[in-house]
């Protein structure tokens, strides 16, 4: 089980009406898409974490965790768009930099007027809407989703695929951490040569151990002679 899985589960708020989770989560998310106040945003992210750290009962390690990855890709990201880049002939670099870090040849590399605050401004707006969803999937299981989905009409298909997707996504890890596992115990990533090489092994069988489960998934499928849908 999916470490998600768990703590959707066991957390505090897993036997409140999910049709509220949901619409609380939806709504959120759409204001923090909609929103263009640095401090509002602030005030949001502050406000859901702490729902979800204090009332979900959701560990702060692991939650840090979650939030860790997507923040360092968001972050690199980001940087495209604080810093501006060109050649002088092409752009008016003295129109919109005023901070110029480096010329070299009549290429240029600056930070646009504003660019600072727009990074940080979508920066922030992201991260809402990041916490925002880990509410959703951290406090309400996949069944509950399923159900609400159900309730509101949503086509099949889109429950067909969100259910599959979700299962290879687990199937996925599954795979990855027993791959993980076998190769630290046979000391495959004790140094840097040695943990490129089990990378480059775990990708490979990672691929191949997800093919066949695929394969074994439709033959039992077959088996119970399926008929189209998984809900």
């Given at each position: 089980m999916l470490i998600i899985d768990r703590f959707a589960y066991t957390n505090n708020f897993?036997?409140?009406?999910?049709?509220?989770?949901?619409?609380?989560?939806?709504?959120?998310?759409?204001?923090?898409?909609?929103?263009?106040?640095?401090?509002f945003a602030c005030v949001l992210i502050v406000g859901v974490i702490f729902v979800t750290l204090a009332g979900a009962r959701i560990p702060i390690k692991?939650?840090?965790?979650?939030?860790?990855?997507?923040?360092?890709y968001l972050s690199i990201s980001i940087l495209a768009i604080i810093f501006s880049f060109g050649f002088n002939e092409v752009n008016d670099v003295t129109k919109y930099v005023y901070i110029k870090t480096f010329d070299f040849m009549n290429f240029y590399i600056g930070i646009a007027e504003g660019a600072i605050e727009k990074g940080i401004f979508i920066s922030l707006r992201a991260v809402s809407a990041i916490t925002c969803?880990?509410?959703?999937?951290?406090?309400?299981?996949?069944?509950?989703?399923?159900?609400v989905m159900k309730k509101i009409k949503l086509p099949f298909v889109f429950i067909e695929l969100y259910v599959l997707t979700y299962r290879f996504i687990a199937i996925f890890f599954e795979e990855a951490i027993q791959i993980q596992t076998a190769q630290k115990m046979k000391f495959g990533y004790d140094?840097?040569?040695n943990s490129m090489n089990s990378l480059?092994?775990?990708?490979?069988?990672?691929?191949?151990?997800?093919?066949i489960r695929y394969k074994n998934m439709e033959s039992i499928l077959e088996i119970k002679h399926f008929d189209g849908n998984f809900i």
């Open positions: 897993a036997e409140l009406n999910p049709y509220m989770k949901v619409l609380f989560s939806i709504t959120l998310i759409l204001v923090s898409i909609i929103n263009s106040n640095i401090y692991t939650y840090g965790k979650m939030l860790f990855a997507p923040v360092i969803m880990y509410f959703l999937i951290l406090t309400t299981s996949i069944n509950q989703q399923i159900k140094n840097y040569t480059g092994i775990l990708s490979k069988t990672l691929f191949i151990r997800i093919m």
